[in-house]
């Protein structure tokens, strides 16, 4: 089958799952994929790209590890492409086969995703839980799919290496029951997390952050034993979702 | 002058300057600027707009102050505006009038924006100032205009209430030196910020932070009395500018 079919077909979610491969777009994002682990399949590029050096060194690379390269058409291009501005590259990739076991081995901090649909939100989300050392991020029904290529551009490569889960409801609690990891969410009706003592906080966690506004599922808060909330100045109402995850990661970090 | 007009030169950084207006785009923005102290000068929808209930009702609110309110071309409407999906409807303020002095009086924690470019960060910045309590943000040249549509848009309505002072670096340094504020910058080369006791913070604090990757200005960078970073995990780079704002702000907030 052709590259460009298969980029395509990619496009959806279903040939993502079917296939289990993904599409990386732009320069930054496909550099960071051929850094990773992960095997590449092919790679797809406009003529112009080859004007641009960095863009130019990363088919030379793609090419010399024998990942199938073909130049297309600006349109045929734009065809396959799924983000905003492209930048005249994208690499096909098999999905990292994350398990659950390899990921609570020796998991400390989990961060869940309860039905966030923005795709950049949840790329800056999980590139946050990756840079502050979260072990797995675990995605709940609701959330958009994280191998989207918007979500994979905006996770900046922490795609590459942070293992993400997707599990249902009921996988969720029993792992949560069986790993004993006591499960915490956002909620602006919680305890702030200012008056915590890091001290004390449980050997192992799970954070759970929502869509904002539209709180937690029920599903989830059946599973939720303690909610915490960012003190925030009179008259301000809310912070970004990526930004709130940072923050609380970032005071809710092992001691 | 016709607003639709106004409305297209507002797009101009020189017009808004000379007129001390701007435009706010989007329903939820327009409901935040009516919500505010400012004073709006007109209001430009589509005939689309008043199918959605609250669309309607934001215009319905505009005429009860006595507004101008104009229903335009979709075609008109798109030349006037510059987000990605304005839904329709635009608004036109007055800058708010913001001065150093009132904004120093009471102030205990500034943010100060070092050459941040693009949009969609410079507005999560200021929204994250604002919620988390910091008392004005100082924007330094190289950045962004803060009264551009899409930082107007991204900041949530922070703007109709957040201080934010353009100043360049000299006025910057002798703010810093007439108010005894030490300048701490975000670095990659800093103390943890971890590892810093709340306790001895000076009471007053103002925190840079600069574009990613490229570093501080020099400018800058001779006013910075220290550097603080972020820990992150092996293997990861870097952390959005808005996250790692909201991190810093936090993990710095007066003990």
Do not use: C, Y
């Not at 060194?57 to 130049?71: F, H, L, N, P, S």
């Not at 990756?130 to 900046?156: C, E, F, Q, Y």
Request: proline content about 5%.
């Amino acid at each position: 089958v052709k590259l460009l079919t298969i980029a395509r077909d990619l496009q959806r979610r279903k040939a993502r799952e079917r296939h289990q491969r993904f599409v990386a777009e732009g320069v930054r994002t496909v550099e960071a994929l051929l850094a990773s682990p992960l095997t590449v399949t092919g790679l797809l590029h406009t003529a112009d790209l080859m004007e641009d050096a960095r863009g130019a060194a990363v088919v030379k690379q793609a090419m010399v590890r024998g990942i199938t390269v073909k130049e297309v058409s600006d349109a045929d291009f734009a065809s396959a492409a799924d983000t905003d501005a492209p930048q005249g590259v994208l690499a096909i990739a098999e999905m990292p086969s994350a398990t659950l076991e390899q990921t609570v081995a020796a998991g400390t901090r989990f961060l869940v995703l309860d039905a966030l649909q923005d795709p950049g939100n949840v790329g800056t989300v999980v590139r946050t839980a990756a840079a502050l050392g979260v072990h797995g991020t675990i995605v709940l029904p609701g959330t958009v799919d994280v191998w989207n290529a918007k979500v994979v551009r905006s996770a900046m490569g922490a795609l590459f290496h942070h293992p993400v889960l997707a599990l249902d409801w009921e996988a969720f609690a029993a792992f949560a029951a069986a790993h004993e990891v006591p499960v915490w969410a956002a909620d602006m009706a919680g305890d702030p997390v200012e008056s915590l003592d890091r001290r004390t906080l449980p050997p192992r966690l799970a954070l759970v952050v929502s869509n904002e506004g539209a709180g937690l599922s029920p599903h989830v808060a059946a599973a939720v034993t303690r909610q915490v909330r960012i003190t925030m100045a009179p008259g301000t109402e809310s912070l970004n979702v990526a930004v709130a995850t940072g923050i609380l990661l970032h005071a809710l970090r092992p001691a």
